[in-house]
């Protein structure tokens, strides 16, 4: 056999798993993810999302069970999103500034016996909207400014439960710095701001609007959710979220939108964090359950690819599965 010279052998660095573990490039660790969990009004019950198999609508007492679940494994950040009944949702989405809503109810709750948890918060109008929609709505139209105000009181409101997070998902331009104001005028200084700053008009969301019955009543969301197709827009969004006080910049999808995780990393000071959604859960699982994919290998090579491309959060939720199963 011909003995080739050949200088530079990359094999060499992959020869052992050994080796390999020396020199990977990305680390993920579980203090990088972020679990979002959906809250339901009332006692003791848990509901599973059929297009999210594993993943639950739960009322606060299972909700204290799972955080502290979470907790023992290393979880510390959680996000979370409230499935508000019909009957309590109108057009100025006023249940979610009401006092002593279940959603603030559970976030004090929470914080009072989980001190040392993280938890983020959801601000737009949608689960509590009537409409439907991110924004404040008018014959027809979503209204950017007249919704600001509302988004404002809903904040507060967060925030006087022991809000760690904000985090702003409904795309009006101006509303990290209303958001911000908000919080200074009011004695919130050390509340943090993480901004959906290039959250795209995705087909991936599905799942998740079965989860809250968030669904728009007319329309689509495509006047606000960022045109899939652009990131210069997302470079522009997050300087002006940056400029008008945000702590953290989001990108939601994750696996579609890599290369926009990639430049938002390079040009803002800021740390970033990415969305892996309910729509790239439900693939995930899908395929597993069909014996198309390994499932455990699936779930760590895609979170090492956010986190790869620069995302130093990951809200999935994958996030439990991830540290009930190390692969590494």
């Known amino acids: 056999m011909r003995n080739y010279s050949i200088p530079h052998r990359p094999r060499r660095n992959r020869k052992s798993a050994s080796i390999r573990e020396a020199i990977a490039e990305t680390r993920l660790s579980i203090s990088n993810l972020l679990y979002p969990m959906f809250l339901l009004d009332g006692q003791n019950m848990k509901e599973e999302i059929s297009s999210m198999p594993g993943i639950y609508r739960q009322t606060e007492d299972h909700i204290l069970n799972e955080v502290e679940h979470c907790m023992k494994l290393g979880i510390k950040l959680f996000a979370l999103f409230p499935a508000v009944d019909d009957s309590l949702k109108d057009k100025t989405a006023s249940y979610a500034s009401a006092k002593g809503n279940f959603y603030c109810r559970s976030i004090r709750a929470i914080k009072d016996r989980f001190p040392e948890a993280i938890i983020m918060t959801d601000v737009a109008m949608d689960p509590y909207s009537?409409?439907?929609?991110?924004?404040?709505?008018?014959?027809?139209?979503?209204?950017?400014?007249?919704?600001?105000?509302?988004?404002?009181?809903?904040?507060?409101?967060?925030?006087?439960?022991?809000?760690?997070i904000l985090g702003p998902s409904d795309m009006m331009d101006g509303r990290v710095g209303f958001l911000r104001d908000a919080m200074d005028e009011n004695g919130f200084t050390d509340v943090s701001i993480m901004s959906y700053t290039a959250k795209y008009a995705s087909g991936f969301y599905g799942p998740f609007r079965d989860a809250l019955s968030s669904a728009p009543k007319f329309g689509d969301k495509k006047t606000y959710q960022m045109d899939y197709r652009n990131v210069k827009e997302a470079l522009l969004e997050a300087q002006l979220d940056e400029d008008e006080g945000a702590d953290m910049l989001m990108v939601k999808p994750a696996l579609a939108y890599l290369d926009v995780i990639s430049a938002l990393s390079l040009q803002s000071r800021l740390p970033i964090a990415a969305y892996?959604?309910?729509?790239?859960?439900?693939?995930?699982?899908a395929a597993a359950a069909k014996g198309w994919l390994d499932e455990k290998k699936m779930v760590h090579e895609t979170l090492s690819s956010i986190h790869r491309a620069g995302a130093s959060i990951i809200l999935s939720y994958f996030a439990k599965q991830y540290a009930e199963n190390p692969l590494f």
């Open 276 to 285: 892996q959604v309910s729509g790239e859960y439900a693939m995930i699982k």
């Open 130 to 164: 009537s409409d439907g929609h991110d924004g404040f709505v008018e014959n027809g139209k979503i209204l950017n400014d007249e919704t600001l105000p509302i988004l404002a009181r809903m904040a507060l409101a967060q925030a006087e439960a022991g809000a760690d």
